[in-house]
C-alpha cells in the first residue's frame, strides 16, 4: 500500500468515528423523553383534600324541638285562670258578669266581656276594665272603670291540671285612660302572666 492510500484509509477513518460520535451527541441531546422522576411528578395526584373539597361534607340537620306541654290546643281547650291561679277559677271565654280578675291582689278586673274570637293561639274581647288607682294605696282605690279591649295570647299547659291557660296579655283602651293612670300609674301593658307561666313550667319538667 502507497502513502497516499495509508493516509486517505486514516482520513476516512477518522470522520466516521468523529461522525458517530456527533450522532450519539445529538441524539442524547435532543432526547424528549423525560427523566423519570419528571415523569413521576407531572401525574396528577389525588389526596384526601382534593376529595373533601370536590364533594364537601353536610352539616348534620338541626334536631326538632318538642315541647314537653304537649301539642297546640285548640280553642275548646285553652282557659282564663283567674288571679292567675291555676288551682283556682278558670273559664273559657267568660262574660265576667260578676269580673274576672286578672290580678291575685285584684287591682284589674275585667266585666261585661264578649268574645268574638277564642281559638288555640289568642282570644280578643271587649267590655270594661275596672283599675284600682292605688292613690294613696290600693286598699283606699279610686278605682276607674274603662272600655277595653283585651287579647290574651301565648297558652301554656299545666300538667298537673291538664288544662291551658293563657300567660299573655295586651290592651288597647278606645278612649283612653284617666289621667291618673297614665304615666308611672300607667296599668302594666302588656301582661306577662309569670305565675300561670311558672306553674306549667314546673308541673311539666
Known amino acids: 500500500m502507497t502513502s497516499v492510500t495509508r493516509l486517505c484509509t486514516l482520513a476516512a477513518t477518522t470522520a466516521v468515528t468523529?461522525?458517530?460520535a456527533g450522532c450519539a451527541s445529538q441524539g442524547s441531546a435532543g432526547s424528549t423523553v423525560p427523566?423519570?422522576?419528571?415523569?413521576?411528578?407531572?401525574?396528577?395526584?389525588?389526596?384526601?383534600?382534593?376529595?373533601?373539597?370536590?364533594?364537601?361534607?353536610?352539616a348534620p340537620a338541626t334536631p326538632s324541638v318538642t315541647s314537653t306541654a304537649g301539642s297546640v290546643p285548640s280553642g275548646?281547650?285553652?282557659?282564663?285562670?283567674?288571679?292567675?291561679?291555676?288551682?283556682g277559677t278558670t273559664a273559657h271565654a267568660p262574660g265576667c258578669q260578676a269580673g274576672c280578675p286578672l290580678s291575685g291582689d285584684g287591682t284589674t278586673v275585667l266585666w261585661d266581656m264578649t268574645w268574638p274570637t277564642w281559638t288555640g293561639g289568642q282570644a280578643v274581647g271587649t267590655g270594661t276594665e275596672k283599675i284600682d288607682g292605688c292613690d294613696p294605696n290600693c286598699a283606699a282605690g279610686p278605682e276607674y272603670s274603662v272600655k277595653v279591649i283585651v287579647t290574651f295570647s301565648q297558652p301554656a299547659r299545666d300538667c298537673t291540671v291538664g288544662e291551658w291557660?293563657?300567660?299573655?296579655?295586651?290592651?288597647?283602651?278606645?278612649n283612653g285612660l284617666p289621667s291618673a293612670l297614665t304615666g308611672a300609674s300607667a296599668p302594666t301593658n302588656p301582661w306577662d302572666f309569670t305565675q300561670v307561666k311558672a306553674e306549667a313550667t314546673q308541673s311539666c319538667a
Do not use: C, I, K
Open 18 to 20: 468523529v461522525l458517530a
Open 35 to 58: 427523566p423519570a422522576s419528571h415523569a413521576a411528578a407531572s401525574e396528577p395526584v389525588t389526596t384526601a383534600t382534593a376529595v373533601a373539597s370536590a364533594s364537601p361534607a353536610q
Open 76 to 87: 275548646a281547650d285553652v282557659y282564663l285562670a283567674e288571679s292567675q291561679d291555676v288551682s
Open 165 to 174: 291557660f293563657w300567660t299573655y296579655a295586651t290592651f288597647t283602651w278606645p
